[in-house]
């Protein structure tokens, strides 16, 4: 149980991450962790003794966030009475230039499909490896490569507003850098 503890505890703020960039909601973000910790925790002698658990513990939150979001497809979205917040009370943005540039990148992030979104996460927030991700997303690495520069090429087309996905200089195809240490800060 030791071991389990001490394995599964460092993950957690790096799936609260990925929930959350994946459903856009905090509450359901923390109960699609909760639930992925809960089968861990129930299903840990089913893991392979050689398997990595952060790919096992990624693999098992997208999965259940995959689900969850197949199901409020079918639903539609759910608003608690209790939540309903009159129009004097309803927060502003906040007008410094990081905040808003957070929300654009988020903003842009939630328009790509729910598969580059995946992989994007995995990869370039994450730091999974190609392989880490394939595993974890249960599709070839190639897939992930593809998936990645897609995703990769529409987020930057977003951001930066151009209508050509690359430039060319000098004869070659020059691909732009999507992501560096200031466009996406982690989410926390």
């Not at 960039?21 to 392979?48: F, G, M, N, S, Y």
């Not at 979205?77 to 209790?82: C, K, M, P, Q, R």
Request: with cysteine; aromatic share 4%.
């Amino acid at each position: 149980m030791q071991d389990m503890m001490r394995l599964v505890e460092p993950l957690i703020p790096p799936l609260r991450r990925y929930a959350r960039a994946l459903v856009k909601d905090h509450a359901t973000a923390d109960d699609l962790v909760q639930d992925c910790l809960e089968r861990a925790i129930t299903r840990w002698h089913q893991r392979r003794a050689d398997g990595d658990a952060r790919t096992w513990l990624f693999t098992i939150l997208h999965n259940l966030a995959v689900s969850h979001m197949r199901q409020n497809r079918r639903r539609g979205g759910h608003v608690a009475l209790d939540d309903v917040v009159d129009e004097s009370m309803i927060a502003r943005p906040p007008t410094q230039e990081d905040a808003l540039h957070h929300t654009d990148v988020m903003q842009a992030l939630h328009t790509l499909p729910e598969d580059q979104r995946s992989v994007l996460l995995l990869v370039s927030v994450e730091d999974l490896s190609y392989a880490e991700a394939a595993r974890v997303l249960d599709i070839p690495i190639g897939t992930v490569m593809s998936r990645l520069a897609r995703a990769r090429e529409k987020l930057s087309r977003k951001m930066e507003g151009a209508s050509a996905p690359m430039s060319v200089k000098d004869g070659a195809t020059v691909h732009r850098p999507v992501f560096g240490a200031s466009l996406f800060r982690r989410v926390k």
